[in-house]
Structure formats: C-alpha cells, structure tokens
C-alpha cells in the first residue's frame, strides 16, 4: 500500500531517518555517559595566571584573563574570590591568584592550563605594530578531602610587609605570609590584610599545588598509554592565540578558530570554546574505548 503511495513512502523514509539520526544520538549519550569519570571534574579549583613575555604587555593580558574568567565564573553561578594579587605599573598583574568554587568547576576549566599568546598593537606602542605577549593560566583542582602526605614540619613560614593595593594599613604590620615547601621548592605567597587569613589560604595553595603536582605526576605516567588527550597537558605548551587585528581566537589543540575575540575575552563566548573542548575530549576518549574494547 505504502508503495502505491509516493508521498506516503517518502514520508515514511524520513521518519525512519529521524529515527535512527535520534538513536545515534542517544547511543552516543549513553557512551559519554559510560566513559570514565575524572573524579576531580566536580571540585572547585584555584586558578593562577602570570605575566610571561612580553613585559608590561604581558600584565595588561594577565588582567584581560582575569577577568573573562570571572565573567564566565559568573554565568557559571560560582564564586569567585581573589587570594593574592600582585599589580603592575602600566595595568594590569604580574601575578593573580584566585579560588572559584562551585559545582563541577575543574570539568569546565581544566582544559585552560597552558600558555595563552596574545597579538595586539600594545597602548605604549607608538608606531602601530603588534606585539606578542603571553600568560601562562594553570587551573588546580581543589577537591574538599585532598588526600596528600602534607606535613607542617617541611614548611617554612616568614612574615612581611603586604604588597598589594590596601592603603596604609597594608604597609603598617607584617600581615603577608609566604609558605615554602622545602621538599618541593614549592613556594606559596599570601597578602591579603588578615595574617590568620593568609596562613589559612597559603597553607590550602600549598596542598593544591602539591596535589595538583602528585596527579600531573600520575598523569604523565599514564599519557604514554592513552593518546586521546587534549594537548599534551604540559603547562609549558601554547594552547591559544588572541589576534586582535583579526578579531580571532584559535586553540591550536583541537584547531578551533572563532573570529569573536571581543566576546570571547569578555567571557559571554568563552563557553563555546570551553564546551568545544569538552566535546573533543569525550570524542576522542569514546574513539580509543571502542579501539581497546
């Protein structure tokens, strides 16, 4: 009957088209929902971004960052809250150190370590040509139960003058303090105004950054096993390019380019990039479960 009728058949074909395109979609849904958990993604993190080359350049991009983050952050529904910050003359960081908490930060952003270059006709430039700078972002997961061998004893604690922004009652008591983890060379600087306040956050950096060195260590041992990865993790590779002149992004380790740098960089768009990334990573793990099942 359904051959008699054309319009019917054709009808028909296409349901039957829609139903399968739906029944891959789901297939792939269960499979991302079958891949192994990193059990991180859920914890909050504490994200890092210095100045590299690139002088007073580097600091202004260093605030740039900071500060898509903390948009992102923000239609996120988290909570962002600055630890330490050192400012620089022209504008901008040399070093900014902030915690963001809420449900499944480091999921969202622990694609972001790495080296990020910008390309831009600096303010101080007069002669119109573009420079590259560069910042390097690591994000640490701070998961709630860290479980790290940390003892107080291999930590040296000094006091000092606070740095930072603050007026003069920075200035009039040795509220900074500086952690060093001796084993390590790890070395942890807090200023905000409260002393006790910053040996409670110093000495919570500290675990991170040790937490986060122990499972890079475990990571690396496990990468020689499994190449489906975005980037090779290292913090010294560079993972994005800012071009201002051509308004674009690109993340050289998926290959996107998106020419809305403006929106991008003021964190409305950084999820696209972010969910890009995500999505590369569940492909490429899915890709090497099937090769290996």
Same mark, same amino acid.
């Given at each position: 009957? !359904?051959?008699?009728?054309?319009?019917?058949?054709? $009808?028909?074909?296409?349901?039957?088209?829609?139903l399968k395109e739906g029944l891959e979609d789901l297939e792939n849904e269960v499979?991302?929902? !079958?891949?192994?958990?990193?059990?991180?993604? +859920?914890?909050?993190?504490?994200?890092?971004?210095?100045? #590299?080359?690139?002088?007073?350049?580097?600091?202004?991009?260093?605030?740039?960052?900071?500060?898509?983050?903390?948009?992102?952050?923000?239609?996120?529904?988290?909570?962002?809250?600055?630890?330490?910050?050192?400012?620089a003359e022209m504008g901008g960081f040399k070093e900014i150190i902030a915690t963001?908490?809420?449900?499944?930060?480091?999921?969202?952003?622990?694609?972001?370590?790495?080296?990020?270059?910008?390309?831009?006709?600096?303010?101080?430039?007069?002669?119109?040509?573009?420079?590259?700078?560069?910042?390097?972002?690591?994000?640490?997961?701070?998961?709630?139960?860290?479980?790290?061998?940390? &003892? $107080?004893?291999?930590?040296?604690?000094?006091?000092?003058?606070?740095?930072?922004?603050?007026?003069?009652?920075? +200035?009039?008591?040795?509220?900074?303090?500086? $952690?060093?983890?001796?084993?390590?060379?790890?070395?942890?600087?807090?200023?905000?105004?409260?002393?006790?306040? &910053?040996?409670? +956050?110093?000495?919570?950096?500290?675990?991170?950054?040790?937490?986060?060195?122990?499972?890079?260590?475990?990571?690396?041992?496990?990468? #020689?096993?499994?190449?489906?990865?975005?980037?090779?993790?290292?913090?010294?590779?560079?993972?994005?390019?800012? +071009?201002?002149?051509?308004?674009?992004?690109?993340?050289?380790?998926? #290959?996107?380019?998106?020419?809305?740098?403006?929106?991008?960089?003021? #964190?409305?768009?950084?999820?696209?990039?972010?969910?890009s990334l995500i999505a590369h990573d569940q492909a490429a793990r899915l890709a090497?479960?099937?090769? &290996?099942?």
């Amino acid at each position: 009957e !359904l051959s008699s009728d054309p319009e019917m058949a054709a $009808m028909a074909k296409e349901e039957l088209r829609a139903l399968k395109e739906g029944l891959e979609d789901l297939e792939n849904e269960v499979s991302i929902l !079958l891949l192994p958990k990193d059990k991180d993604d +859920n914890a909050s993190v504490v994200l890092e971004i210095r100045a #590299g080359t690139g002088g007073d350049e580097a600091a202004i991009f260093v605030g740039d960052l900071f500060r898509m983050y903390a948009r992102y952050a923000q239609l996120q529904g988290w909570k962002l809250e600055v630890e330490t910050q050192s400012e620089a003359e022209m504008g901008g960081f040399k070093e900014i150190i902030a915690t963001i908490t809420g449900q499944g930060v480091y999921g969202k952003l622990k694609f972001e370590s790495g080296v990020h270059r910008v390309q831009r006709v600096p303010v101080t430039e007069t002669q119109g040509r573009i420079h590259t700078s560069a910042a390097t972002v690591a994000v640490l997961p701070a998961p709630e139960d860290i479980d790290i061998d940390f &003892n $107080m004893n291999d930590v040296r604690v000094d006091t000092m003058r606070a740095s930072g922004a603050g007026g003069q009652h920075v +200035n009039k008591t040795d509220s900074a303090v500086r $952690m060093t983890h001796i084993p390590s060379g790890i070395v942890v600087v807090c200023d905000a105004k409260s002393q006790h306040q &910053n040996r409670a +956050n110093a000495e919570k950096i500290l675990k991170m950054r040790l937490y986060d060195m122990e499972r890079s260590r475990i990571d690396q041992e496990r990468a #020689g096993d499994r190449k489906a990865q975005v980037g090779s993790g290292d913090r010294s590779e560079r993972i994005r390019t800012y +071009n201002y002149p051509q308004g674009r992004v690109t993340d050289h380790r998926i #290959g996107l380019t998106l020419y809305k740098l403006d929106k991008i960089v003021a #964190g409305d768009e950084l999820g696209e990039v972010i969910d890009s990334l995500i999505a590369h990573d569940q492909a490429a793990r899915l890709a090497e479960m099937e090769q &290996n099942g």
